[in-house]
Every structure is written in C-alpha cells, then in structure tokens.
C-alpha cells in the first residue's frame, strides 16, 4: 500500500526523468540527422556528375534519379544487345550441327552467316 502524504521528492524525479528523457530523444534526433547528412554524401559522391559540396538535397534526389533512369535505359539496352547475342549463338550451332552432319550446304550457311553477323555485329 503507498503511502497517502506525497513525499516530494516525486516531483524532481519527475523532472528528471523528463530531462532524461528529452536528452535520449535530442540524441536519436541528432543521431538520425547526422545518419541522413552522411547518406546524402555518400549518394552524391556515388553520382558520375562532379557536384558542389554544398548542393541541395533536392538537386541530389534529383541527379540521382536522372542517374538511375540512365541506368536503366543501358540495362535495358544490354539486355536487348544480349538476347541478340544468344539468338546468333543458337543459329550458328544449329548450322555448325548441320555441318558436322554433312547436310548439303551447311558448311556454306555457317560460313555465310558468321561473315554476315561478324560484319555488322562485332
């Protein structure tokens, strides 16, 4: 049972633990600041454009963005440069196979095909 005549000494605990308290979350606040400022930076620096060290967190957001839509456009690109790439490998073994088999002409085709896609291609 607590006691019914309040000591006193309650209320500089409670003044405390308030002080406590908003000093744990200015900590975290600065913590969570200084978090965000280095990602910045690093984002920035991981950027191929030179940029001014003070630039703007917009104009970061906004390089970055640039960036990675660029990015994309050479994935894509790559991908399409690639699906080619296999599409020619598997013509030229189904006539190096015709080839080796002896049909009539084959080794022609592969040769014609090859000196076709190597022109334009590689």
Excluded: W
């Excluded at 308290?21 to 900590?27: D, F, L, Q, S, T």
């Excluded at 957001?61 to 994935?75: G, P, Q, R």
């Excluded at 073994?93 to 015709?98: C, G, K, P």
Aim: proline share 3%.
């Amino acid at each position: 049972m607590q006691p019914l005549v309040n000591s006193g000494s309650s209320a500089s605990d409670e003044l405390v633990n308030e002080v406590d308290r908003r000093a744990h979350h200015n900590a975290l606040e600065r913590r969570r600041r200084h978090h965000i400022k280095d990602s910045f930076a690093t984002l920035r620096a991981m950027l191929p454009t030179s940029m001014e060290p003070r630039a703007s967190r917009a104009s970061i957001l906004n390089a970055t963005a640039s960036y990675i839509m660029t990015l994309n456009a050479v994935i894509a690109a790559l991908k399409s440069e690639n699906e080619k790439t296999e599409g020619h490998i598997r013509r030229i073994e189904v006539l190096f196979q015709q080839a080796e088999e002896g049909l009539p002409n084959a080794l022609e085709s592969l040769l014609a095909y090859i000196n076709q896609h190597l022109d334009s291609n590689f």
